[in-house]
């Protein structure tokens, strides 16, 4: 029988990952026509209220129903804003690994949101889900991305060469699609041996319904 992750919101001392819903739909559109992310992921161009709508409503609780993933979106505890996404996918329940993915929006980056969500994310799964395997991948050329990896924790275990479609602007400012690697990065719970502490205070991972 086909599992399924809960509808979970995890704390950590700056942010809260919860399920998405439609209020974040401005947030959302806006964040996805930013150019890094346009560059680095396969959303579509431009995109939408309208798409944005469509992911939260319809594929996000369709890919959750189903037990292929998670969307969750990342927000400042303080203010509530709309920091970024939490993406699982390609779940395998009898392997209890999944594939884990970030956004963030371009006013949050710098501030270390990415590995803080991508931690928080991958100690609820090795915990509360008893996962034994979270993938990574990054294009060859996303040394963002990459950082982001490292600073959680992940190993690099080799190149998928020529793997990768990224987009590149043209000299007359269109998008085109570009072939590049893909960077294979994996986590596993004995990677996150020691790393409890850091969320000492967050309180912990709570379920989303007793959340607000």
Known sequence: MTSTFPAISISTE????????????????????????????????PFTETAARTWITRYAPAERTAGRGLDLAVTEFLTQRLVGIIQLTKTNWHVRATELSYIVAPWARGEGYASEASLATAQWLFTDQRFERIELRTAADNTASQQVAQKI????????????????????????????????????????????????????????????
């Open 153 to 212: 924790g992940c190993i690099s275990e080799g190149v998928l060469r020529n793997a990768c479609i990224a987009r590149a602007r043209t000299e007359e400012g269109s998008w085109t699609e570009v072939r590049t690697d893909f960077i294979v990065w994996s986590l596993l719970p004995e990677d996150l041996e020691g790393s409890g502490e850091r969320f000492a205070e967050s309180g912990g991972f709570t379920s989303y319904a007793d959340w607000n």
């Open 14 to 45: 700056r942010l809260v990952l919860r399920p998405l819903d439609e209020d974040d739909v401005p947030s959302m559109a806006a964040m996805m026509n930013d150019e890094q992310i346009v560059a680095w992921t396969h959303v579509p161009q």
